[in-house]
Nanobody, 120 residues
Framework: QVQLVESGGGLVQPGGSLSLSCAAS????????MGWYRQAPGKEREYVAG???????NYLDSVKGRFTISRDNAKNTVYLQMNSLKPEDTAVYYC??????????????WGQGTQVTVSS
């Protein structure tokens, strides 16, 4: 069983910054890729950013240069630093991690979501 706890959402003005974090706990063998997704009202959930165990990153085109994903393997935590926020970044943000269970099976887990609202 794996638990993900997200924090860091909130209300920010356009051009502002927010930092999200997602900490994993529980019983598992290892964490592989970690990522962030978001879902705006009336829209499909979309991929925002991902980071592999080696630190390679990938971003949604619309957030490149503004968002930075990072991870702390010792803390089983993934972060998303969001700068130069725009109203269109408003959404519920979810972390997602892929793990190797102690049984050897591969699984993925989602965080509970945290609201990010960009508005003046």
């Amino acid at each position: 069983q794996v638990q993900l706890v997200e924090s860091g959402g909130g209300l920010v003005q356009p051009g502002g910054s927010l930092s999200l974090s997602c900490a994993a706990s529980g019983s598992f063998f290892s964490i592989n890729t970690m990522g962030w997704y978001r879902q705006a009202p009336g829209k499909e959930r979309e991929y925002v950013a991902g980071i592999t165990t080696s630190g390679s990153t990938n971003y949604l085109d619309s957030v490149k240069g503004r968002f930075t994903i990072s991870r702390d393997n010792a803390k089983n935590t993934v972060y998303l630093q969001m700068n130069s926020l725009k109203p269109e970044d408003t959404a519920v943000y979810y972390c997602r991690i892929w793990i190797r269970e102690r049984s050897g099976a591969a699984s993925d887990y989602w965080g509970q979501g945290t609201q990010v609202t960009v508005s003046s």
